[in-house]
């Protein structure tokens, strides 16, 4: 529902009162919902989050924990749930599991099981873990529902009614105090128990959604972390480290492993099955990069061990040694270190050309977060070193041997991915770092720091890898931040300036699908204020008309659940920059910084840009508020100009209500459509 209000300067060109002005917009939201959308939309083909358990085919076991846990059990029951009986105990095993319904302070409560494992690196260590169902998920959480618990040697999952609600990875081994009794409640019934564990097979059914752009994974908790991108035989095939718990899972290590989606129009999207599933205990995935080598698909990872084993017993050292030895790296395979855990890069290659790949199991450098590419020069592949490690390197293949060519730069850290656009070559780094150079000046020219110089593509969204398409455009994708590490899948195009700096653009193939829109005013100077419905998503546009060198336009969003805030996104004409702040409400706007003077847009919160909307004449702006009850608070992509895109996101903060402030200049056009959620 909106409604619209005059502040204290004038509305041109809208020539009624604000109680005419709310009937209009009723009438014209009503036609809106009678409307056919106009736009095309997205389709994104999401694998079946249901399985099945076939039990038949085995027999039921004594109700006790194996004693070699490694074998793992699953535990299939009915559990009759109750709203109303909150921290309730439905079963459980002594020093093992519990299951239980548990209030958290929120409007329903959940379905919880954990799980306790002796630690590996020690016997006498302890520590538990948990997975959780929230009953509001549910479309009939009262009665009765079949659960399903298993683990499987590596992860400890929750299945209620067939459907997989959560999982987080494991590091030991449960164990069953001797001689204890299983305690259940009345509400548990028919109970059977199975080890080793059961292998469940997803059912064949899918589901569609309508966006890719703001997706996250179908499940309460589930994230899209660092993403990795490649154009091959004809598709966009996007990976990304699949996250739950925002970096928390497996005791706050992360356990992240690839997920896997593809296109090759950027409309119809299809979620493959895992490429490299984790099988083992010690496995949690660092970034590195997709590529076509010699006519095959590669993905390089890195394994990040040393988070869940002690560095003295992984390969980290071993491969170091070799390369400061003899200059260069010398490949690994797994088999010939059994007593050592793999720590270090790998990859593996699709067999099938779509999304079958075949893990190498070896390690061919010291870096955990490998860039690998081709060689622009034809030859052999290069390498920019991450995490643990640094400089460029280069070999004939992946198995070769790894030489340094520039031991300091980049300067390593956070993961690189390198690009071309017209008469420059690119490096982008992780969450503010670019370098550029223009070929002309020959391949040995040394990259210039983007950041430095003011205009660079970086709009919020984390760790973006950019892929070159068909036509000469180049993809951008990354993750936005909303309440720590992992959030919601972004894209966007890039955009060339003359002198080679970037900004950024929406992608009009992945553009929301859109209702007709709704005009707010022909003209505004002044204010403008705008009530809004907080579960809606919309997206508002207008013109911003004033000389290059001058005028001001600001939006301030409201949330009545913190009215002595408000989040302000500014433009300003004169300084040519941008920004988003949180500020108490009626205070004047901090000044927020560029990451030249070190701002951080990957924080989503309290950033500018500058540079890259310098024209003259009018600038276009379009923003976008997205809202869902996965999220907490509402996520802002501005895009001005078609030249720049910024994000912001705060937690807890939807919005209620807008503000459009004008100053010295004249804001035209003003129209408001909403878009559905996926």
């Given amino acids: ?309 002690h560095r003295e017993e992984t390969t980290y050292d071993m491969i170091l040694q070799t390369a400061n030895k003899f200059g260069y790296t010398v490949p690994l395979r797994f088999e010939e270190v059994p007593d050592l855990y793999p720590e270090g890069a790998s990859y593996a290659v699709c067999a099938n050309d779509l999304d079958e790949f075949v893990p ?61 656009m017209g008469d420059y070559d690119y490096i982008i780094g992780g969450f503010h770092n670019i370098w550029y150079r223009s070929r002309s000046a020959g391949k040995d020219a040394p990259y210039h720091d983007m950041t430095l110089e003011g205009c660079e593509p970086y709009n919020g969204a984390s760790v973006p890898s950019v892929t070159k398409i068909p036509g000469g455009r180049c993809v951008m994708a990354g993750w936005t931040s909303n309440e720590g590490w992992g959030g919601n899948l972004y894209i966007c195009e890039l955009v060339q300036h003359e002198n080679g700096q970037l900004g950024t653009k929406w992608m009009k193939e992945i553009m929301p699908r859109m209702e007709p829109s709704v005009t707010l005013a022909d003209s505004v100077t002044g204010s403008l204020r705008v009530d809004l419905d907080k579960e809606d998503c919309y997206m508002l546009s207008f013109e911003i008309d004033s000389p290059a060198d001058s005028g001001e336009v600001s939006i301030a969003f409201e949330n009545r659940e913190r009215p002595d805030q408000v989040l302000e996104w500014a433009l300003c004409r004169d300084e040519h920059r941008a920004s988003y702040t949180l500020h108490p409400k009626g205070s004047e706007r901090p000044r927020a910084k560029t990451i030249s003077e070190g701002g951080r847009p990957e924080s989503m919160k309290d950033y500018a840009i500058q540079g890259g909307f310098e024209k003259d004449g009018p600038l276009s702006i379009r923003m976008m508020v997205y809202n869902n009850s996965k999220m907490s608070g509402s996520l802002v992509d501005t895009e001005i100009d078609r030249s720049r895109t910024m994000l912001d996101h705060q937690a807890g903060f939807k919005f209620d209500a807008m503000t459009i402030s004008v100053k010295n200049a004249k804001a035209r056009n003003l129209k408001i459509s909403k878009f559905r959620q996926p």
């Fill in 1 to 309: 529902m909106l409604f619209l209000y005059p502040g204290d300067g004038e509305i041109l060109g809208v020539k009624i009162m604000k109680h005419s002005v709310s009937a209009v917009c009723l009438c014209c939201l009503a036609a809106v919902l009678c409307c056919s959308c106009a736009s095309k939309g997205v389709k994104v083909k999401q694998l079946s989050k249901y399985w099945d358990f076939d039990a038949k085919t085995r027999s039921q076991e004594p109700l006790k924990l194996p004693e070699q846990g490694a074998q793992g059990f699953t535990l299939l029951m009915d559990a009759a749930l109750d709203l109303t009986a909150k921290d309730h105990s439905l079963l459980r095993i002594p020093g093992a599991v519990t299951v239980e319904t548990k209030d958290t302070g929120q409007k329903t409560a959940r379905l919880e099981a954990s799980l306790t494992l002796r630690q590996i690196y020690g016997q006498d260590e302890f520590k538990t873990l948990s997975v959780f169902v929230p009953l509001s998920a549910l479309d009939k959480p009262q009665g009765k529902h079949q659960l399903t618990l298993q683990f499987d040697g590596v992860s400890w999952t929750i299945y209620l009614d067939g459907r997989l609600h959560d999982s987080n990875p494991v590091i030991g081994y449960p164990v069953q105090t001797t001689g204890s009794e299983w305690q259940t409640s009345q509400e548990v019934e028919n109970i059977r128990y199975y080890t080793p564990a059961l292998k469940p097979k997803r059912i064949s059914s899918s589901s569609t959604v309508s966006n890719i752009q703001y997706w996250t994974p179908d499940f309460h908790n589930a994230w899209v972390g660092d993403v990795v991108t490649c154009w091959f035989k004809g598709r966009y095939h996007l990976f990304y480290l699949f996250d739950r718990r925002h970096h928390g899972s497996k005791f706050g290590t992360g356990g992240h492993w690839y997920e896997h989606l593809s296109t090759a129009d950027f409309r119809h999207w299809t979620e493959h099955e895992t490429p490299i599933p984790l099988r083992h205990q010690w496995e949690s995935y660092g970034t590195g990069t997709a590529f076509e080598y010699g006519g095959k698909m590669y993905l390089t990872y890195g394994y990040h061990t040393s988070r869940i084993r």
């Fill in 360 to 420: 190498s199991n070896i390690l061919f450098h010291y870096c955990e977060n490998p860039s690998v590419f081709p060689d622009p020069s034809g030859e052999g592949l290069l390498m920019y070193a991450n995490y643990m490690s640094h400089g460029t390197w280069s070999a004939d293949s992946l198995e070769g041997e790894w030489k340094a060519l520039n031991a300091d730069f980049p300067p390593g850290g956070d993961c690189t991915f390198p690009f071309s």
